[in-house]
């Protein structure tokens, strides 16, 4: 069996219409198989053809990216199987091992991050025009927003006028999976930054209801907020590269040293496997040293 184009977009086709995936799986799926359409280049699909791609990959790619590319081949293959157009997934007589370095969320420390406050809300007192007053009252909000509430950059950047409620002061949250939960405004410096955004955002007219959005009234992008947080490292001078997803980390993390439950950090983070959220579960080397100094049991002996 050769994989050709044709079968590789009418399963891309049956993807996006039948198994109605997310377009940023469709988008990796797409990827991850036109990466090995291109490299078994018309060859006869054999073990020799996969265990080369997987060394292939392996010097090439994380772990976790070479994973990611298996798995689309794992599932393309099984669904030629089920469509008859192959008698057995090559797939399934290969056997691949991961060595993997466990990684620890990485989080900005409390002094950076007072640093980039400080900095936003002095821009904010020296703006004048009305697009500079916009421009930094939403630059505050969405940082406030991401470690006031660990929201995912997505979820942020496609927050709708209606679902932040005002009134009760709460966000109405559509997570991963289009699965909803609720977050309370809970800090008033947050609040209010929302507060003084939406009173200048709602005047200006657009075609969709978009809480943050660019200089062309559109939407608010992901690489948008990340440029803007890059920027803002320079103009602090922070000593690393700070991005939207570990004011995620920072959010989660504080909580657990704060002795939060972790369910309720689940919960807060959307994350469906508690699983998932016990990666936050590392002590940070500053926790560990005001435990190590203050509880440490040699401290109860006394003679």
């Known amino acids: 069996m050769k994989m050709t184009q044709a079968m590789l977009q009418d399963y891309l086709s049956y993807c996006a219409k039948q198994k109605r995936l997310d377009p940023k799986t469709l988008k990796a799926y797409r990827i991850d198989l036109e ?8 060859q006869e699909i054999s073990n020799e053809l996969l265990n080369n791609y997987i060394r292939f990959l392996h010097e090439r790619f994380r772990p976790n990216s070479t994973k990611r590319k298996l798995a689309s081949l794992h599932a393309y293959f099984h669904y030629e199987y ?4 192959i008698t057995i997934n090559p797939m399934d007589k290969i056997e691949t091992s991961f060595r993997q370095c466990k990684q620890l969320p ?3 420390p409390l002094c950076q991050l007072e640093k980039m406050y400080r900095f936003l809300y002095e821009q904010k007192s020296q703006s004048s025009s009305s697009y500079a007053q916009l421009c930094i009252h939403r630059d505050i909000a969405v940082l406030e927003l991401l470690l006031g509430s660990g929201l995912r950059i997505s979820e942020l950047c496609h927050m709708e006028m209606h679902q932040i409620n005002f009134h009760e002061q709460y966000i109405r949250i559509l997570g991963k999976g289009k699965k909803e939960r609720i977050l309370q405004i809970g800090n008033d410096t947050l609040f209010q930054a929302l507060l003084q955004y939406h009173s200048l955002r709602k005047g200006i007219e657009t075609r969709h209801a978009y809480f943050f959005i660019n200089k062309f009234h559109e939407r608010l992008s992901e690489q948008s907020v990340r440029n803007r947080i890059k920027q803002l490292c320079m103009s602090i001078h922070a000593d690393e590269n700070i991005t939207p997803h570990m004011f995620r980390h920072t959010f989660a993390t504080l909580l657990l040293e704060e002795d939060i439950d972790i369910r309720y950090i689940q919960h807060m983070l959307g994350h469906s496997s508690i699983t998932t959220t016990q990666i936050y579960t590392h002590i940070s080397s500053t926790k560990q040293a005001d435990i190590l100094n203050h509880k440490n049991p040699r401290n109860f002996i006394q003679f």
């Not at 990466?35 to 018309?42: G, S």
């Not at 089920?82 to 157009?85: A, G, V």
């Open 106 to 108: 990485r989080t900005i």
């Open 82 to 85: 089920r469509c008859d157009t």
């Open 35 to 42: 990466q090995f359409y291109h490299y078994a280049k018309n």
